[in-house]
């Protein structure tokens, strides 16, 4: 079963607003990765968070991880009409597991 | 260009035929994984490779094998295609369970 549940599933913003998107996991994690997935296009890799870290920065990027609640959130800064794409989440669990489990990702328009 | 190349891009099978999608990369990863996406159900892991020799099995790994004989190459393989695996497949891989994963562009597959 998927690991990952992202919320909201759509998200509508104007350009220059911040957007703000949440994963909820169900077990312990190694690590949480966020991807975005332009239309029709593979996905590409944008930022790692491990269990032991709460926040991480990458840019306009900010992660934060919090494995109390099992969530985690993405937060993009001053967005463009170029961030409009799907964001999903996805975890590695521990002890050794080499899985990367997705969720069902957030779908996010930016518009101009 | 290093990276994950897929082949082919676009494949329409029958119900019963069997073919091979082509997964390839050059970056010398250990780990390789094989996703499906559907509409609304985010990506789901097939199977995946931490070596070459050694594979296992994923959240949906039925009508599908798979084998690693080389570091670069990882197909997957449909054994009897049915509609219900009209899917975009995705490849990615990896150099160890810390970092994040390279994907490939995708195969559309549709089984009529």
């Known amino acids: 079963s998927q690991q990952g549940e992202e919320d909201p599933q759509a998200l509508s913003i104007q350009e220059g607003e911040n957007a703000t998107m949440n994963c909820s996991y169900k077990?312990?994690?190694?690590?949480l990765q966020w991807y975005r997935q332009n239309s029709g296009r593979g996905l590409v890799h944008l930022i790692l968070?491990?269990?032991?870290?709460r926040e991480k920065h990458s840019g306009r990027l900010r992660v934060t991880l919090d494995t109390s609640k099992k969530s985690s959130s993405l937060l993009i800064t001053a967005s463009r009409a170029a961030d409009t794409a799907s964001y999903f989440c996805?975890?590695?669990?521990?002890?050794?597991?080499?899985?990367?489990?997705f969720g069902k990702g957030t779908k996010l328009t930016v518009n101009p | 260009n290093a990276g994950v190349t897929q082949t082919p891009k676009f494949q329409v099978l029958k119900t019963g035929q069997s073919m091979t999608l082509q997964c390839a990369q050059d970056?010398?990863?250990?780990?390789m994984s094989w996703y499906r996406q559907d509409p609304g159900m985010g990506l789901r892991l097939i199977h995946y490779?931490?070596?070459?020799?050694?594979?296992d099995q994923g959240e949906v790994p039925n009508g599908y094998n798979v084998s690693r004989s080389t570091t670069e190459d990882f197909p997957l393989r449909l054994l009897s295609a049915a509609p219900s695996q009209t899917s975009v497949y995705f490849c990615a891989s990896t150099r160890d369970r810390e970092s994040g994963y390279t994907f490939g562009s995708g195969t559309r597959l549709t089984v009529v």
């Open positions: 970056m010398n990863h250990e780990y």
């Open positions: 077990t312990s994690i190694n690590n």
């Open positions: 490779s931490v070596g070459a020799g050694i594979t």
């Open positions: 968070i491990r269990s032991n870290e």
């Open positions: 996805a975890t590695v669990r521990p002890g050794g597991s080499e899985k990367l489990v």
